[in-house]
């Protein structure tokens, strides 16, 4: 079983900056990622990267989010710049170990126009 806890959501301007990070419970994991929720909304992928470092973003971020892995810490990181109001969220993060799923609380990213 894998413990998630995230941790870096709050308020920003529009054209600012966060950073979100993910402390997994244990190591070992194949991909971990970042997933988020807007209000009436579906959860969709944001940005995913493997243990060997291959990454994946979605369209709506790829330029302006970075996703990054600590293997020796067992974190994830999403450095979030040029933030957008459509860019409001629960973000959620995600690791894959041993063919399963395993989600964090959430956090919240708020946009402000």
């Known amino acids: 079983q894998v413990q998630l806890v995230e941790s870096g959501g709050g308020l920003v301007q529009a054209g600012g900056s966060l950073r979100l990070s993910c402390a997994a419970s244990r190591s070992g994991i194949a991909a971990m990622g970042w997933y988020r929720q807007a209000p009436g909304k579906l959860r969709e992928l944001v940005a995913t990267i493997t243990s060997g470092g291959s990454t994946n973003y979605a369209d709506s971020v790829k330029g302006r989010f970075t996703i990054s892995r600590m293997n020796a810490k067992n974190t994830v990181y999403l450095q979030m710049n040029s933030l957008k109001p459509e860019d409001t969220a629960v973000y959620y993060c995600?690791?894959?170990?041993?063919?399963?799923?395993?989600w964090g609380q959430g956090t919240q990213v708020t946009v402000s126009s």
């Open positions: 995600n690791a894959v170990y041993q063919s399963y799923n395993y």
